[in-house]
């Protein structure tokens, strides 16, 4: 992968589908305008109630198709065990410097899952010591990240920026469909959340807030650092 052409979006997730469920829309249309989009999973769902991590895999690859991702990986991080582990900010390090993205999104900092806020706080840090040079050579020249934003999973919060996605939702559809192991009931599936009405509700959170844009479909997202606008 050294060598590698630079990115202008990676999205970072705690899980596979966390960054289907929080922008899927967003990743379509960028990646449909040209923009070259990654996204890098920390962990492979090892905890997951249903479904397993090779299964997971196969979905995330086919979720990547759906969206038209030209980069994927999977830091292969601990479920339930991100803050633990003692290398999960250096290895996110090598993967910014790996793909040197004009832009980077991590999950909000508030969600009723401890694994998105943790990759959230670990994304933060990553950003920033990305750009130290004397941090960490060894994984490659600093890069500067010119934006860190936070998309929204479960827990959702007044947006300061909202991308408009209602021509390509049905790319977002199609990639959350892929996870038929989490989103599926029946059978063998354990009832979880996700398999209990989650998507459409996902579907009526990101309905809701296109009304506020005058849009069919929009997704929301924080940042820490004021937007800066050209009015004229």
């Known amino acids: 992968m050294i060598g590698m052409e630079p990115l202008d979006i990676l999205i970072f997730g705690a899980h596979p589908d966390d960054a289907e469920i929080g922008m899927g829309g967003t990743i379509a249309k960028h990646a449909a305008a040209g923009k070259r989009v990654g996204v890098c999973d920390l962990t492979l769902a090892e905890m997951s109630s249903n479904g397993t991590p090779e299964l997971r895999q196969q979905e995330a690859a086919e979720a990547s198709r759906a969206l038209g991702l030209v980069y994927r990986s999977n830091l292969r991080l601990p479920d339930r065990g991100l803050l633990r582990a003692p290398d999960a900010v250096d290895r996110m390090v090598g993967e910014i410097r790996r793909c040197r993205p004009r832009i980077v999104f991590a999950p909000y900092w508030q969600d009723r899952h401890p694994d998105h806020v943790a990759a ?3 994304a933060e840090e990553a950003v920033f010591n990305a750009k130290l040079r004397r941090y960490l050579p060894e994984a490659g020249p600093a890069h500067n990240v010119e934006r860190l934003y936070f998309y929204f999973i479960n827990d959702v919060a007044d947006p300061e920026v909202a991308v408009d996605v209602s021509d390509v ?4 559809r199609n990639s959350l469909r892929a996870y038929a192991s989490q989103f599926t009931a029946g059978g063998d599936a354990v009832a979880t959340p996700l398999n209990q009405g989650y998507l459409e509700r996902v579907e009526a959170r990101d309905s809701l807030l296109g009304q506020r844009v005058s849009a069919r479909y929009a997704e929301g997202f924080a ?3 004021p937007h ?4 004229f």
Request: hydrophobic share 45%; glycine share 0%; no cysteine.
């Open 228 to 231: 800066l606008v050209h009015l």
């Open 169 to 172: 939702y049905e790319a977002k």
């Open 120 to 122: 959230s706080r670990l």
């Open 223 to 225: 940042s820490k650092l």
